[in-house]
């Protein structure tokens, strides 16, 4: 099993550009995450999908959007990326639902320059 | 005031000390206590995880909870170098996200 992976693992983008990243798992998991990883910031919620067909708000949502392709995959995508947008991003995932643990499985990253 | 707090380091020991990691939290509805580990341009990955107050142990880790006093700790026994990593604590409540703490970069040196 390859377990998440991310692709790509490296951009670069200039101001106003856009992309999506991609996400994709093989554990079968119901729920989905996307991360950014700042320095000093520690790793803040993008947006999350609890289940298949179903995606909400984290706790820093602004200049994103996300698609929950089907069970496998789940990608972000920055419409007009902007210097701030420059992080190391990571994808997760989970059991999700009533799982006691729920632990959150993690990608390898995709680091993001925005110039 | 932050919902998780957690002192940033870096912190530089010697191979076989003792090493204390800690967190503080706000909300007395978290209910699932986790430690995650991060080596250098890699992603987290869980080392441990508790739901009760008291102690786990797991090898040369050891997790505490303290829920009275909303704090949760990591020590590891016998440091090694292999241990030099980024530790993250992670909380939950009854939902399925995880709130983060900053992380402490760990470096045990040989």
């Known amino acids: 099993n390859a377990g998440v992976t991310q692709t790509p693992k490296f951009q670069v983008l200039k101001t106003g550009q856009s992309m999506t990243l991609q996400c994709a798992q093989d554990?079968?998991?119901?729920?989905m995450y996307w991360y950014r990883q700042d320095p000093g910031m520690g790793l803040r919620l993008i947006y999350y999908?609890?289940?298949?067909?179903?995606?909400d708000k984290g706790e820093v949502p602004n200049g994103y959007n996300v698609s929950r392709l089907n069970k496998r995959e789940f990608s972000l995508r920055l419409e007009s990326a902007a210097p701030s947008q420059t992080s190391v991003y990571f994808c997760a995932s989970s059991v999700g639902g009533g799982s006691f643990n729920n632990e959150q499985f993690f990608g390898p990253g995709t680091r993001l320059t925005v110039l | 005031q932050k919902e998780v707090e957690q002192d940033p380091g870096p912190l530089s020991v010697p191979e076989g000390a003792i090493v204390s990691l800690n967190c503080t939290y706000s909300n007395s509805a978290f209910q699932y206590f986790m430690w995650y580990r991060q080596y250098s341009r890699k992603g987290p990955e869980l080392l441990m995880y508790t739901y009760s107050s008291g102690n786990k142990e797991d090898g040369r880790f050891t997790a505490q909870v303290d829920k009275s006093s909303k704090y949760i700790s990591l020590f590891i026994r016998d440091s090694q170098p292999s241990d030099s990593a980024t530790y993250l604590c992670a909380i939950r409540g009854s939902n399925y996200k995880l709130t983060f703490g900053k992380g402490t970069l760990l470096t045990v040196n040989p």
């Open positions: 554990m079968n998991h119901n729920s």
């Open positions: 999908s609890a289940s298949e067909g179903t995606t």
